[in-house]
């Protein structure tokens, strides 16, 4: 395994992903989630470490997974390599929506809570 191309690869994808995270959630979206108050966290700023630290082992996992597997046998392997990916995609989205919202924190004890948010949520939406 090269590990500079490692190293090169893996700094790409998190300029990548950073780039069209800035895109997509503060260029496009921003002014939607200013208007969604009430689903995130009183201190999602504090929790944004947790983000962060799932952007750089997906991004590690990513190049890592691909460098490490690539045999050049063809479909087979790209499927292999899509499932991989999925699974690891599940585990980096629960620990950014961890850091991001309400509903995994103790506010949602029991459905009556879980249903007052939603309506607060659907309330603040613009659409």
């Known amino acids: 395994m090269n590990w500079k191309k490692l190293l090169f690869s893996f700094i790409g994808v998190i300029v990548v992903m950073e780039v069209l995270s800035y895109i997509i959630h503060g260029l496009i979206l921003g002014s ?4 969604m108050t009430g689903v995130w966290r009183e201190n999602m700023e504090s929790m944004m470490w947790v983000m962060y630290l799932g952007d750089l082992v997906f991004a590690f996992f990513f ?3 691909f460098a490490k597997g690539y045999e050049g046998k063809g479909l087979m392997e790209g499927v292999r390599y899509g499932l991989t990916i999925a699974g690891l995609v599940v585990i980096m989205g629960n620990l950014a929506q961890y850091a991001a919202y309400l509903c995994y924190t103790t506010k949602l004890n029991n459905p ?3 249903a007052r948010l939603l309506a607060q949520v659907y ?3 613009k659409y």
Request: charged content about 15%; glycine content about 8%; hydrophobic content about 55%.
């Open 32 to 35: 939607t989630y200013m208007g």
């Open 63 to 65: 190049v890592w997974i």
């Open 112 to 114: 009556e809570q879980a």
């Open 123 to 125: 309330a603040e939406a």
